[in-house]
């Protein structure tokens, strides 16, 4: 079982550059998330969406657009890099049904140089 | 401000013994709370939840008590194991509106269990 898929799993960038990070999970479900794990911090909500086509900001927005275009993707996108952003990224989904349970990628080691 | 805090950073534990895990939270909007392991260059994994409307979950090794008056909650594991050590996140969860739940994670507590 796939279960959340992240790609890539480690980016370097030049600060400046763009990137996207893919997410894919194969469960059906409606709620997908985008968070930030840094050092000695908890995992921080960047966007999330409650279905295909919608999204919404979640507590640390700034500097990243999101996109569902397709139920089972849900794809984070960085315009202009920042070494602020360098980062461990989390995909996460759930079913959306009541206080439902989340479900972790691997995440994405991003440095910003 | 920290709405979930963890305030041990890091815990060691005697194999066999009782590892107790601790959590605080400040918004009593907070009706539902999740327990997450995660392992180095892994994604965290659901452990064990608790509804606000319950004290004690049990599952296993592993329960999980809430005490609702001093917004306090724990998470005992008994007998720990070695495969135990990890990090370990406190979430909860409230209805954030149009029927979505976000999470608002602690910042973890980093067990060890020594053989």
């Known amino acids: 079982n796939a279960g959340v898929t992240q790609t890539p799993k480690f980016r370097v960038l030049k600060t400046g550059q763009s990137m996207t990070l893919l997410c894919a999970q194969d469960?059906?479900?409606?709620?997908m998330y985008w968070y930030r794990q840094d050092p000695g911090m908890g995992l921080r909500l960047i966007h999330y969406s409650v279905g295909e086509g919608t999204t919404a900001k979640g507590e640390v927005p700034d500097g990243y657009n999101v996109s569902r275009l397709k139920k089972q993707n849900f794809l984070l996108g960085l315009e202009s890099a920042a070494p602020s952003q360098t980062s461990v990224y989390f995909c996460?989904?759930?079913?959306?049904?009541?206080?439902?349970?989340?479900?972790f990628g691997a995440g994405t080691r991003l440095s910003v140089l | 401000d920290q709405q979930v805090k963890q305030n041990s950073p890091s815990l060691s534990v005697q194999e066999g013994r009782i590892s107790i895990l601790n959590c605080d939270y400040t918004n009593s909007m907070f009706d539902y709370f999740l327990w997450y392991k995660k392992y180095p260059a892994e994604g965290p994994t659901f452990l064990i939840s608790i509804s606000s409307i319950k004290d004690k979950n049990e599952d296993g090794r592993f329960t999980v008590f809430l005490n609702k008056s001093a917004k306090h909650l724990s998470l005992h594991i008994v007998p720990s194991q070695p495969g135990d050590s990890a990090v370990y996140f406190c979430a909860a969860s409230r209805n954030s509106g149009a029927g979505s739940y976000q999470l608002t994670f602690g910042k973890g507590t980093k067990l060890s269990v020594i053989p």
């Open positions: 469960m059906n479900h409606e709620y």
């Open positions: 996460a989904s759930s079913t959306g049904q009541g206080t439902d349970i989340q479900y």
